[in-house]
């Protein structure tokens, strides 16, 4: 079902590597270290503690961030139109599931119609024929009915 195997030598290209030149090791130069000068020498002060004793040492100044600038204002104009924009989706979904809603509420309502006249057509089609299934029919009383129709009273 299959063909034999046969044996082929595999076949020779001529394949050429090429490799990239091996990077000199990164030789890391400590960065120089420059002493800063303060521009004044700070206040020494003293803080007595509660238990008397005498603490001695620098106030330090912390670095104070820079003044943030100051966000221009939004106008009200753009807030209004952002809310009327917000109030129109509002509105819109809201239609959007009211007429959902009422859509499945004639379906509702219609489905309940049909089923009250297949309930009421069932009732009277069992009144019907219960009346005229009997087998013996139906009994009149002629003699009456004919006094009757003549007028004669007995």
């Not at 009346?131 to 004669?152: L, P």
Request: positive net charge; hydrophobic residues 50%; contains cysteine.
């Amino acid at each position: 079902m299959y063909p034999e195997h046969t044996h082929r030598p595999p076949a020779v290209r001529a394949v050429e590597v090429h490799q990239p030149p091996p990077l000199p090791p990164a030789v890391a130069y400590p960065a120089p270290v420059v002493p800063v000068q303060p521009g004044a020498v700070p206040a020494v002060a003293s803080i007595v503690l509660p238990d008397g004793r005498l603490v001695t040492g620098y106030a330090i100044d912390h670095a104070r961030p820079e003044p943030v600038a100051a966000k221009p204002a939004v106008s009200r104009t753009a807030v209004n139109v952002a809310l009327g924009g917000v109030g129109f989706l509002a509105v819109c979904g809201g239609l959007l599931l009211l007429t959902s809603f009422i859509a499945a509420l004639t379906a509702f309502i219609t489905q309940l119609i049909t089923l009250a006249a297949v309930i009421f057509g069932g009732w009277i089609a069992v009144q019907v024929l219960s009346a005229s299934g009997h087998r013996e029919g139906t009994t009149v009383n002629i003699r009456k009915a004919v006094i009757k129709r003549n007028h004669f009273h007995g």
